[in-house]
């Protein structure tokens, strides 16, 4: 690690003051620089506040510090998840509404327990919609008529004819096997 003066360290000190009120005042660098060193001119100021905000070094290192001030500020996501935890779990003083109100936000933040649509459908209203699907998927037409179901198939790109057949719900009897 390079070693810097107290004179270095005054600087850096002040420049990073600046920067700080500089951001704060809507970006007029004349007016940070009289507040971090009052007892410039104000044409001086002018120049200060140019040459300190156009230098990359002082830049950079106001972004570092921000970027470090901001990641010890905000808690992360497991810290937030560890937090509800304890308070779910009673370590710190809580009612029991917040202690659940603690348990229904982590369930949020894993996905859990969100909304849900019930929709009840009967085997056979299953197998109505697969088979329809099914035969939109085919291309055939069905119409149901007395217990007979007629099936047309067209097949497309050709010009032979369609072919019609009717089949019966009745399951035809098993052969015996010897």
Not at 22 to 40: E, I, K, S
Not at 112 to 121: A, D, Q, S
Request: charged fraction near 35%.
């Amino acid at each position: 690690m390079k070693r810097r003066s107290a004179a270095q360290i005054a600087r850096e000190r002040d420049e990073d003051r600046f920067m700080a009120e500089f951001a704060t005042n809507g970006g007029n660098a004349t007016q940070a620089a009289l507040v971090v060193w009052p007892n410039l001119t104000y044409e001086a100021a002018r120049k200060k506040g140019s040459k300190v905000t156009n230098d990359e070094v002082v830049r950079e290192r106001f972004r570092k510090r921000m970027a470090k001030q901001t990641t010890r500020e905000i808690m992360s996501i497991q810290e937030r998840q560890e937090f509800l935890s304890e308070v779910a779990r009673g370590v710190h003083k809580a009612t029991m509404k917040d202690r659940i109100s603690a348990v229904k936000v982590l369930n949020q933040m894993d996905a859990i327990g969100g909304p849900t649509m019930n929709i009840n459908v009967s085997v056979e209203d299953k197998r109505k919609m697969v088979a329809s699907r099914i035969d939109e998927l085919l291309g055939i037409e069905t119409s149901e008529e007395d217990g007979v179901i007629t099936i047309e198939c067209v097949e497309s790109g050709t010009t032979a004819d369609s072919g019609s057949a009717e089949v019966s719900d009745t399951v035809p009897e098993a052969a015996e096997v010897d």
